[in-house]
């Protein structure tokens, strides 16, 4: 299995200090067939011209054959001043990153595949590729890192040579002429995206949905209001569906040619010290979608950037907005049950002919409304079959919003790998927040197969289980696991690695013989992951492009 860079299989370059090859000046020159993208700005000009050449057309030598997200030239950047002695301030830095990532970027079809790594998400990248780039260039990073750059056949070769002699692996050409036809510099995509206005639409009020692992789903609204050219200021009020807790942050994002959303965005009340409280800073990545109707994405932080939320804008309007259905799964044969339905400018008097579910649900009626939230009461019949059924409010349809069911047949714990980390002098700790769901068998009849239905949280307790450890007590020395399933690593670092298992044990769902359903995960704790580091201004400019040019 393939996984991203927080990954269980990225350990192979834990404390494994990569040698540099300062290797003398390579030419930079490439005989070039495509037509470049020119640089005018001066400031990249002065700065990387001095290595990369300009022609008369005013194309940089390389700079001006290549394309990518706004991390790409972030990773770039810091290559040039870490290995090229490339002097910057910070200011000059971010107007770099700022004027490539949007004159040399991705089109929003070519950056959608890639946005897991932006978001920091694990991802199973073994369904993405093919098999020859996965073992050439998903050995010690993630293939999106790779796939996050459009450059010509030329470059790419180019690009393997050098970065193979860096790092010293063997590059496989076939690997190397595949990314000359997935990840080409000419794309239609971004022939026709270039020359649409860029300026991003994102200003205004959108609706927003979110959820956070161990704590469900959020609902509410962000304000963006422009803060000069492609940046912005945000507001957002989220509202927990399961209890009602409110978290109001304010944040500031770029829009990088015209889709590529990074920002940050705080608590407007302090944050605790609770590693996990929502106030936290967090970076934004989230991807505009090319019509400007939905922007989708996540919130990070932590060492690890493990906690955070998904989220989904879109577009208020002036109409009724179905944005959520909670409980997302009804029990066939179950009466008077309670069905919320959250929204935007739900009108004042609301039906129950206002509603409609999928059949074998009946309305009975409507027990309360505002503008944001319904509540109407639901009969489910004891004949309905299992399966997704979509919910509507007037013309507004949330599509597979709830599922029916007769019986909770399996709980699974989210996420099913993972990884957490001891902390050192240099590293805080990185933690693991866990959630058991429940599943039908789904119209197979078999569980554990594509067509299970998802049903849902599921009341459970927690528990874990150190592999090899037979001895409960000792189980502190690798950490512990909350009454919610959020994972804390023990304070002190034992240097070593633990294979451990999280078990969820239901609280009331039982299966066939009559036990509570169990479902377990499982997790690697170790050692903080050595990562590169460089030199000190490197570091502390890891974060620029959620900054943009205006910030100090
Ligand atoms: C002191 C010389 C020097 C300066 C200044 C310089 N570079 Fe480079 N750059 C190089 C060399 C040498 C290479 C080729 C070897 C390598 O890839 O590291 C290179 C390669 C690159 C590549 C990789 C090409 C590819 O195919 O991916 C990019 C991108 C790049 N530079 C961007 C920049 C940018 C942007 C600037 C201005 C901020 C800059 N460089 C300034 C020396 C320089
Ligand atoms: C032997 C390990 C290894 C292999 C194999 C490898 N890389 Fe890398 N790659 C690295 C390291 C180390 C970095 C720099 C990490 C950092 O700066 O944090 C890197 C960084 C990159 C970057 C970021 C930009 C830059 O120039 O630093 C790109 C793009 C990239 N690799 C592409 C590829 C491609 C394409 C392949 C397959 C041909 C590949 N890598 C194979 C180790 C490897």
Redesign the pocket.
Known sequence: MHLSCRSIRSSSLVQTPIILLISA??L?AQGQTDVGIPVTDPL?VA??G???AADEQGNLQ??SW?RATPEGWQE??K??IR????S?TPPEARA?VKY?SGRHGLAPEESKPVMYYAERRVHDEAGLLNATLLEACAKCHDAARALS?R?TAG?WK??AE?HSRRYRFKPDQDAVAYLGKVAPFYTREWASWSTRTHAPATTGRWLMTAHVQGRGKFHGEMDVEAAGGDEFLTRMRLRSVADGVVVVRTGRSVVYAGTAWRGRSQGISAASAAPDDLSTEAREAMWVAPDASKVEGRWFWGQYEELGFDVTLQRASSDPALLLVDPPSFKAGSNANRIRLIGDRFPAQVTPADVTVGSGMTVRRIISSTPSEIVAEVDVAADALAGKRNVSFRSSTLESAVAIYDRVDYVKVTPESSLATFGNQTYSRGFQQFEAIGYQRGADGRPHTADDLELGPVQVTWSMEVFYEIDANKQDRVGTVSPTGFFTPAAANPGNNYDVWIIATAKTEKGKDGKPLVGKGYLVVTVPTYTFEGRTFVRELDRWIEEGSSAR
Not at 83 to 86: F, Q
């Open positions: 000046m390579p930079l990249v700065k990387c001095g290595c990369h390389r700079i290549a770039a950047l290559r040039m290995e090229n002695d490339v910057l770099i490539l750059w450059r470059g180019q690009f050098t």
